[in-house]
């Protein structure tokens, strides 16, 4: 098995984090992004994740 990793530096304007997730969410807690599959059937997430300068993101 092959394993890659991928690092870099976090620019220090940048403040967005982001939640993708195909389960039910909780209500989004302050400054994070969320999106969950009922949303992902009505809003362009691949223009968004790829348009976006974020801090962390989760997949």
Do not use: C, F, N
Not at 5 to 30: E, H
Not at 44 to 58: A, C, M, N, V
């Amino acid at each position: 098995m092959i394993a890659g990793q991928q690092y870099a530096r976090v620019a220090a304007d940048v403040q967005q984090l982001g939640l993708y997730t195909s389960t039910d969410r909780p209500l989004a807690p302050a400054g994070i992004h969320l999106r969950d599959e009922r949303e992902a059937e009505s809003e362009d997430i691949k223009t968004e994740i790829l348009g976006t300068r974020w801090r962390r993101i989760l997949l």
